[in-house]
Each structure stands twice: as structure tokens, then as C-alpha cells.
């Protein structure tokens, strides 16, 4: 027990009975801080529940407790007032429920659960039950963070942006063996969601909520992760989450198993006039201010103490359940996100023993790393790491089927924007193709416009009325801001785009979906949402309405590999380039064969729109709506276009090219 820890003073009453679920691991400290608040005579140990029998050596100083593998049956039995749960995170819920309909108040180890549906379950079961839940988030039971909260509310730090926490600790590889559900995501197909941002460093997240003031379900606005292994497991030892809240404060956590030492995690709150840092660990706060610089130390009350007494005098809880809503709402984030990326071993510091076996797996600028993540409020892709690109991947079923670079180094020509490539087809072919000889421009699958109030967003030569295609220096770019979700087949993200003198000219929202459509196709979903950042209106242009026939390109567009061959495209009524292009068919579609043989397809269609397709066979291989095909289009507010492509495999019929269409509608 920490040395800082301060029990509440009951009032009156007899010790309170405990039953303790999870005598091992962790559940030992609990035993030693059982042993003291015996000693004061807060509380009774009457009954250990776990799988095997724990030995009356691990007892010592605690009674002879009943023993038994039936949480609800030894609660009934021993009338025990408190259950303190610490047992494996996927068993949370189950035994959570059972503690509280057999009648016990209830101390949860953190995490509470391992999803956000077992967080609503105990949560359900509390409200039912009248009992009370305390969850074992100690960090939050110390007055560092009302300190801290005061401090900011009190304006001496000025307008706060941003609070960054940094945590990095070994663990050998052992620690990821040492129980069966040690560094994995599911076991047996039940949600276990271990990992570096959710175990060990459950803290580091739950305290800058808790500084941000920012704890309750739906407290938060938008929840990016990025995982990462440098060790052969399932779960994350090394990652990195951001949060942004509805005030448009952000909240990152970067945080790694795999540091060369113990370094002490705290989090930085960033104001306009100061900063203040908190050792959470430590319950130890730096104010500086200019040139001054104070520490403070602060006191912090036991967890279990404080529901003694919350059970005898009701006094106040200090993390009840509804305190750790926004902490479980990024875990199922972290739930919810692909499965971490492997650092590979060139990247890492691999440590062994005198028989050759490996002991550890260390990230040697890992602590680093994480402080620069904690200074500037940045992800790991976002900070020049080899092991941590800019880059996202798309999965169906498994598999992966598309790359969206959305931080790719290109020259201003290219008109820089967030693209998908490659991308294939479910069984491998390659349907996309970025940067080729004959238009360096091109990039794969993404959104470019030849003109947005005068500036360059397509790349390549702008069409100059008089003049034809000219090199200008008018290049916009499309600058990344964040992403709103990330997970396996979705991604949301918020873009700037901006001319070249860096002024945004306007923004976006884009989402991007991937899910499987039948055996042999996948359907691509992508939605653009571009907003005017004033009032005043925007217009959009394509070359065809400054005079440069039938070049209406311009929005969603999908460049094929210039390297196909028996190229074909058409609709549901017409066949070929200067039939379908312009059209306003509901949908049209692209068949090819790769250079090894593959034959693949591509069916395009609009929702909600109807805009002319523009499509290229001769001299290239590509196609999209065009936004402006006839004349500009003008916009103030919000303009949304969404299409759906269908990948597939073999070379489909136009009845067969209906039909998946079709099987889209109701998606």
C-alpha cells in the first residue's frame, strides 16, 4: 500500500465482511491491504473465492476464511457485505452480476469489463440492485486531480488544448505467458481486450479523462487508436490512442511495454500561459508558469477504505462505475481496432539469456518517443516512425484488400491527397494503380477536383482557357487531420484542404467502409462530405466547363493499372468509352485481366447523387462521377457525394454486374 494512501473514518459498526474473488497476481496486494485494514478494524476477511485452494500461508493474518469456487454461493453463506473481484478482465461482467444480485456492494479491479456491452451489463446490474461498484482505478481516488481540475477551471494555465500522458515499462516476454489470457484480444471467442492501453496502463487513460473532466459515457466526440507488437502475441504492447472531446480538447495516450527501464508515466495538461505535470503514479504535480516551476505532493485514500466506509456511513464513492464510461468507451475502441501491427525485429533490441533464449524485446527510443508524443499531442504515424508508417489497411474477412496512404510524400505537382492502393480483388489481383508514367498525377482510388475556387486539387497541369494545359503554381493539398474511428473494414477521417499559401479552402469528412459483398467480390464504400468554412460560397470546376471537351472529371476517382489488358467498360445499356462517358447511367463497370492472367471487375455506382460518369479505356484505364461536368457547381454549406464500388473477381456480365448492385441497395 502506498505510503501516501489516507483511509476515510468510519463513523460506527462492526468490520465490514469481505469475500475476496482472485487470491493470485494482483489479488495478493489485495491480501496485504485486506492484512492492514484488519489490523485496523475496518474490515473481516470471511471467504476467498477462487479455482484452486489458496494456501493458509497466503492467509497469514486473516482468519481461516471460507473457501469455495461459487462466488454467488460463498456471498450467500459467509453474508458477506463486499466482494472484491480480481479475476481475469473477460470474467469481469459474469462475476460482477452474480456478486451483486447475491446481495454484495462491490470493489471491480480495473479494467471493469472488456467491452463496452459487459460495462452496460454491470452497470444495469447496479441500477437493479441498489448496490454500490467501485472500480479499482487507485489513481483516481487521489487529490492530485481535483487539484489539478481547480487549477485549470481557476484559468492559472490559460486556455487549455491538450493534455499528453507518456508511459513506457518492461516486461519480458514471460509476463505475456504467465496466465492464458495474457496479451490476447478474445479467448474462446469472449472479448478479453488485455493490452498495454487497457491493463497495465488503464490508469494513464482513466486519469487525463479524469483531468479533462471528461469520465462519463458519451463524454467523449471522436476516439483514434494505433496498435502495435513488438512481441508474438495478440494483443498490444505498444500503443497510442488520441481523444478529442466536444470542447475540442484533445487527450493522447502513448504508452509501451517495451522500454529498455521502468520510467514513470504522467501526463502533461498544455495551456496557453503554462503546463502542468502530473506523476500519477506518484501522486506528484510540477505547475510551471513562466519561469516559475512549484511540486506539489498529494494524498491519496484507499479504494476499499473509502467503500467500507461509503457501506457503513454512506459516504461518497470515489470511482463508482459511472466514473469510468468515457475509459471503457476507448477500450472498445481499442477493441474495435485491427488487430496490432508487428514491429519487426530490425527495430528492436532483442535481449537473451546464457541458454540463447529470448528474455525481452525492447524498443530502444521508445521512452523518447513517447514523450514527444505527450509534447505534441501526436500519434506514433505521425512522428517519423520506420516501425509506425502513415499508412491504414482495409480487411474483409480477414484478408487485406486496399492501403489508404493518407500521409504519402509527394511533390506539389501531384496535387498531395490521402489515397487507397493498392488495392485488390478477394483473390489478390491488383486493381488500382498510383503515380504511373503517363500521369504521375493519378493516385490510385481517392477524391480529386481540377478546380475548387481557383485552386488545383486533381494535380498535373491546370486547363487554362485560350491556353490549354498549362503548369501553374496552384497546387492544393489535402492535408490529414485525424481520424474520427479506425478499425478493420471503417475508417472516418477529417481533412483540410488547402491552397498553396496554406488557407483552407474547405474541409472534409471522409468515411471509408469495406465489407464483404459474396464469395468472390467485396464492396469499397466511400463518402465525401466537403464543408465551406465561411458562408460564402464555393465553386467547383471541372477542365470540360473552361472549354476542354468531355474533360468533366472530377470528385471520386478510380485509376486502373495501365498495365490491363482486354479492357472493357459499359452499363446496364451502353458499351464503351464515348458511349458511356457522360452518361448518367446508375451504375458502370470496368473489366480487365492482369498481366498474370487474373481477370477482375469493377462496378461503380452513386448514391444519392446522379452525376455524369467520366471514364478513360484508350489512354488509360479509369473512372468516376464527374461534379462538374457541364457547368460549375456552386455550394455553400455542406455537399456529400457517396459511391459504392464493387470489387470482383472473374470478368462479370451486365446481368451479374446488376444483380451485386442490387444486393448493395439495402446496405
Known amino acids: 500500500m502506498s505510503e501516501r494512501a489516507s483511509d476515510s473514518v468510519l463513523q460506527a459498526g462492526d468490520p465490514v465482511r469481505v469475500v475476496l474473488a482472485g487470491a493470485r497476481g494482483h ?180 486519469t487525463a479523462l479524469a483531468v479533462a473532466e471528461a469520465e462519463q459515457l458519451g463524454a467523449v466526440a471522436e476516439i483514434d487508436v494505433e496498435l502495435y507488437r513488438a ?111 508487428p514491429i519487426a525485429a530490425a527495430h528492436q533490441e532483442i535481449r537473451h539469456d546464457d541458454a540463447g533464449a529470448i528474455t525481452q524485446r525492447v524498443l530502444p527510443d521508445i521512452v523518447d518517443l513517447t514523450a514527444r508524443s505527450a509534447e505534441r499531442l501526436a500519434l506514433f504515424s505521425e512522428l517519423g516512425v520506420p516501425w509506425a508508417p502513415p499508412e491504414q489497411g482495409l480487411r474483409v474477412g480477414g484478408r487485406h484488400v486496399a492501403g489508404y496512404r493518407w500521409a504519402a510524400d509527394l511533390p506539389s505537382s501531384a496535387s498531395p491527397r490521402p489515397y487507397l492502393h493498392p488495392v485488390r480483388t478477394l483473390a489478390g489481383a491488383e486493381v488500382s494503380e498510383a503515380v504511373p508514367a503517363d500521369h504521375r498525377h493519378h493516385l490510385g482510388v481517392g477524391i480529386a477536383i481540377a478546380d475548387v475556387d481557383g485552386v488545383n486539387f486533381w494535380g498535373g497541369r491546370t486547363y487554362v482557357p485560350g491556353r490549354g494545359p498549362s503548369w501553374r503554381r496552384d497546387h492544393g493539398v489535402q492535408r490529414h487531420l485525424r481520424f474520427a474511428r479506425r478499425e478493420a473494414g471503417r475508417l472516418v477521417e477529417h481533412l483540410v484542404w488547402e491552397d498553396p499559401d496554406g488557407t483552407p479552402v474547405v474541409t472534409e469528412e471522409r468515411v471509408i467502409a469495406a465489407r464483404p459483398l459474396d464469395g468472390s467480390a467485396w464492396v469499397l464504400d466511400v463518402t465525401c462530405t466537403l464543408t465551406t468554412p465561411t458562408d460564402a460560397p464555393v465553386t467547383i470546376r471541372s477542365s470540360a466547363t473552361k472549354g476542354r471537351t468531355g474533360a468533366g472529371y472530377g470528385g471520386f476517382f478510380w485509376r486502373a493499372p495501365g498495365s490491363t489488358t482486354d479492357r472493357a467498360v459499359f452499363t446496364a445499356d451502353a458499351e464503351g468509352e464515348e458511349r458511356v462517358n457522360g452518361s448518367r447511367a446508375p451504375w458502370v463497370a470496368l473489366c480487365g485481366t492482369t498481366v498474370d492472367g487474373q481477370d477482375w471487375t469493377l462496378v461503380l455506382a452513386q448514391r444519392g447523387s446522379a452525376d455524369p460518369w467520366f471514364v478513360r479505356v484508350r489512354e488509360y484505364l479509369g473512372a468516376g462521377p464527374g461534379l462538374a461536368w457541364e457547368r460549375p457547381l456552386v455550394f455553400s454549406g455542406a455537399l456529400t457525394r457517396r459511391v459504392l ?16 448492385v442490387g444486393a448493395t441497395t439495402e446496405r
Open 27 to 206: 489479488g495478493r496486494w489485495h491480501l496485504d491491504n485486506l492484512r492492514r485494514l484488519t489490523g485496523a478494524g475496518l474490515v473481516e476477511l470471511v471467504g476467498v473465492c477462487d479455482l484452486d485452494p489458496v494456501p493458509a500461508a497466503a492467509l497469514a493474518g486473516l482468519g481461516r476464511p471460507a473457501q469455495s469456487g461459487d462466488l454467488s454461493g460463498l456471498i450467500t453463506r459467509t453474508g458477506a457485505e463486499v466482494t472484491i473481484l480480481v479475476t481475469p478482465i473477460h470474467t469481469h461482467a459474469d462475476l460482477a452480476v452474480a456478486a451483486l444480485r447475491a446481495g454484495s456492494h462491490l470493489l471491480l479491479e480495473k479494467p471493469p469489463a472488456a467491452s463496452l456491452a459487459d460495462h452496460t451489463r454491470i452497470a444495469d446490474a447496479v441500477h437493479a440492485t441498489g448496490r454500490a461498484c467501485q472500480v479499482g482505478f487507485q489513481s483516481l481516488a487521489a487529490e492530485a486531480i481535483p487539484f489539478l481540475r481547480k487549477l485549470i477551471a481557476g484559468g492559472q494555465l490559460g486556455k487549455v488544448h491538450g493534455i499528453g500522458v507518456a508511459g513506457a515499462w518492461p516486461r519480458p516476454v514471460t509476463y505475456f505467458s504467465r496466465v492464458p489470457w495474457a496479451g490476447r484480444r478474445r479467448l474462446d471467442g469472449v472479448a478479453v481486450t488485455d493490452g498495454a492501453l487497457t491493463n497495465p496502463f488503464a490508469h494513464a487513460v482513466a
Open 645 to 660: 464500388t464493387i470489387i470482383a473477381d472473374g470478368r462479370l456480365g451486365r446481368d451479374d454486374s446488376a444483380g451485386l
Open 231 to 341: 512481441n508474438a502475441i495478440e494483443a498490444d504492447d505498444t500503443s497510442c490512442v488520441r481523444v478529442r472531446l466536444p470542447s475540442g480538447v484533445v487527450v493522447t495516450v502513448a504508452v509501451s511495454l517495451c522500454a529498455p527501464e521502468r520510467h514513470e508515466p504522467y501526463l502533461v495538461v498544455h495551456g496557453e500561459l503554462g503546463r502542468a505535470t502530473l506523476t500519477y503514479t506518484l501522486d506528484r504535480v510540477t505547475v510551471e508558469v513562466g519561469a516559475d516551476a512549484v511540486t506539489t505532493s498529494h494524498a491519496r485514500t484507499d479504494l476499499l477504505a473509502n467503500l467500507v466506509d461509503h457501506v457503513r456511513t454512506g459516504a461518497g464513492l470515489l470511482v463508482p462505475l459511472t466514473r469510468t464510461g468515457a475509459f471503457t468507451e476507448v477500450l472498445e475502441a481499442v477493441r474495435r481496432a485491427p488487430d496490432p501491427t
